[in-house]
């Protein structure tokens, strides 16, 4: 009895105990979250109040290009590129951006005299000066002399330190801007943060050691996104966008920055946009035929067998003069003609045998004085007449027909090969000469044929190919509803095929006011619109969205986009498209 009177006295000790410790710990949960929320309105307190800032936005760190000195003036674009301790010099004219290579250049740096000497092979000059390498801005004044013209261009020159202080900067800002990002995440989070601490501690203190799992992992979480996440105002990096360096660009506002070393690889060229008043034009669609007094068409007038010539059958392009062989048809009989021919031979042959013999019993009565000498000579001329007709018949039978050229020319076409059997309808060759050609156009409503004069013709497919053509005369029968153009090519600097087809450009008596730049120039933006690219500065390009018109074969003409006196580049604008 006294034994367990002794031991339930021990666990109510025990029990006693437990409870005094369980309600202490509770107390010390208890003032751990008071602490924490303490913290956490502190920390809102330092963050809440008003104009806050976290530091300043970091700046974009733009891509190194070669330091450069830029100016330009109404005659020259001036671009020095600096490479070590040599300024390799760049000079355009302004209105057409080619290269000038005939000038003298003295480049003044920081009032030190240089000569720019000309680098023949590259089209650049060249300055070396060891101020080049010495961090800082530069005055650049550069003075250029091209025979009776001179011109002053002023510039400033920006060496940016070396690349070891600039990397030291660059992981600098680098690493504060990643201290800054994880020290300054959003209040809530660092509250929730100390939240799960204290009540982590409690687990503890309570002896739930199992529950320390899951604050743990919510903590771990917590601290990732702290760190991972940036809130507005902090930069995730440098802007590409911003690059200055030393390849093509297309910029974010759309303009292009195409450096002075491109340009002339490219071969941009400009011209100046000035507003024109010109006769309006009317395009028609017609074809290159041959002229009729300078060709020709080859036919057998029999029907027989093609022999080639003893050079073979001349092939296309063959350079001919009138009369020249161009081969032979050996005429073919049929059985009926055949059957008639030697019918014809034997009556031939039979008065031939009888005449033969009244000429020999003549001949005997002649010295008799029998019969006179008037018929001795009827029968011997009739006995000729039928051995010439024998001969001819015989000869039919095998006597080809010459095929000669009717004109002088080339040959355009042949339809023949040896051994052929030919017909006459079949045409064998066509002979044209390519130095007089014509045109004919078909003419529906466009325009009233009797006001066109002055023509020009571009052909399908090849926009270098300008023909200039000459009003001849027009049909006056209409032809399924259409008109009937003729005209003479005047000049042509390609070489033209007979059949190809072609545009005709004419012009009428209206008039239209507007800028004429060539077809080139055009191309088409991203968004599907038709720009041209403006030259606002040495090394930047502005697309810029047009309303055009055709105006002739190759030009247009821009009634609205852009303005008197701007650069728009005409050659090679497709290339300076690409640029992305």
Known sequence: MSLQIRRLRARARQTGIFALGRAGAVRSVIALFAVCLAAVAAVALADAHEGHEHGSAPAAVPVAGSPRVVASSERYQFVGIVEGEVLVIYLDRADDNAPVTSATIEVSLDGAPYKAGLQEKAGTYEVTAPVLRQPGEHEVLVTIAEGSVSDLLVGTLAIPANETDTAHHRVGDSLAQAMEAFSTGRVAIAGAGLVLIAAAAGAAILGRRKLLIVPAAILGMILASTIAWAHEGHGHGPDLSASTGNSPVRRPDGTLFVPKPTQRLLEIRTRSAVVESRRRTVRFYGRIVPNPNRSGVVQATLQGRYEAPPGGVPPLGTKV????????????????????????????????????????????????????????????????GLEKRRRELLAARVRPEDLRAPVTGVIAAARVIAGQVVSPSDQLFQIIDPTSLMVEALVFD???????????????????????????????????????????????????????PVTVITTTGERATGFILPRAALVQAPSGQTVVFSHKDPEVFQPRAVRVEPFDSKHVLVTAGIAEGERIVVRNALLLNQVR
């Open 446 to 500: 466009q325009v009233d044929p009797d006001a066109v004069h002055e023509a020009s013709a571009s052909v399908a497919g090849r926009g270098d190919a300008i023909v200039k053509l000459k009003f001849l005369g027009r049909s006056r029968a209409l032809q399924q509803q259409y008109s009937l153009l003729q005209f003479a090519i005047v000049e042509s600097k390609a070489a033209l095929n007979a059949g190809a």
């Open 321 to 384: 003069r009138a009369g020249d062989l161009l081969g032979r048809v050996a005429p073919s009989f049929a059985s009926i003609d055949s059957s008639d021919m030697m019918q014809t031979l034997g009556a031939l042959e039979q008065e031939i045998s009888l005449n033969r013999r009244k000429l020999a019993r003549q001949e005997q009565l002649l010295a008799s004085n029998a019969v006179t000498q008037a018929a001795v000579e009827d029968t011997r001329i009739a006995l000729d």
